[in-house]
T-cell receptor
Framework: AQKITQTQPGMFVQEKEAVTLDCTYD???????LFWYKQPSSGEMIFLIY??????QNATEGRYSLNFQKARKSANLVISASQLGDSAMYFC??????????????FGSGTRLLVRP | DTGVSQDPRHKITKRGQNVTFRCDPI?????LYWYRQTLGQGPEFLTY????????KSRLLSDRFSAERPKGSFSTLEIQRTEQGDSAMYLC?????????????FGEGSWLTVV
């Protein structure tokens, strides 16, 4: 079964600095996908970035990048130049395929990030 | 607003009462999902619809839970005889049919408190 582990319950970062949020995963599948979502206090899960297991390059989306280390089974999120609005919960998730071409997400327990001014 | 819409956003109910949540997915998204999120945890998958067909149900979805999507558009999640353990946020999400994107779009969730 798929499993996602996020070992940092909470993190602090100074505004304008970079921060890395850790994520390790466990799967026996050769093909898989990893996601990061941001959840502000409003509750909505906001998609940030996606990494496919066969993607040769690490994914990047603006200030977000994913440090994908396949051998270590880690998919850490790096946020550069932190902003006050980055304060939120961050969830790492893995795709688990359903019977059709859809999939469900298996989430970790999350990391609460607080950005200090 | 063309995102996933959920109603009500907050619900407080007494133990034993029934509650129903509604989800309106993004227009033309054929796929709809329900997740449950308890405090301090990540969301957990409950069920999945392809149009009006419920194709997947988690073991978390006990007999007291029922989800429907009668016309393949909006969906409802009903909890009968609520228990305190049902207190959680219920998230709805939708995605398009084609495998062109890797994104499931979530709503803002419906908070349930059972007292």
């Amino acid at each position: 079964a798929q499993k996602i582990t996020q070992t940092q319950p909470g993190m602090f970062v100074q505004e304008k600095e970079a921060v890395t949020l850790d994520c390790t995963y466990d799967t026996s599948d050769q093909s898989y996908g990893l996601f990061w979502y941001k959840q502000p206090s409003s509750g909505e899960m906001i998609f940030l970035i996606y990494q496919g297991s066969y993607d040769e390059q690490n994914a990047t989306e603006g200030r977000y990048s994913l440090n994908f280390q396949k051998a270590r089974k880690s998919a850490n999120l790096v946020i550069s130049a932190s902003q006050l609005g980055d304060s939120a919960m961050y969830f790492c998730a893995m795709r688990e395929d359903l019977m059709d071409s859809s999939y469900k997400l298996i989430f970790g327990s999350g990391t609460r990030l607080l950005v200090r001014p | 607003d063309t995102g996933v819409s959920q109603d009500p956003r907050h619900k407080i109910t007494k133990r034993g009462q029934n509650v129903t949540f509604r989800c309106d997915p993004i227009s033309e998204h054929n796929r709809l999902y329900w997740y449950r999120q308890t405090l301090g945890q990540g969301p957990e998958f409950l069920t999945y619809f392809q149009n009006e067909a419920q194709l997947e149900k988690s073991r978390l979805l006990s007999d007291r839970f029922s989800a429907e999507r009668p016309k393949g558009s909006f969906s409802t999640l009903e909890i009968q005889r609520t228990e305190q353990g049902d207190s959680a946020m219920y998230l709805c999400a939708s995605s398009p049919d084609e495998y062109s994107g890797n994104t499931i779009y979530f709503g803002e969730g419906s908070w349930l408190t059972v007292v």
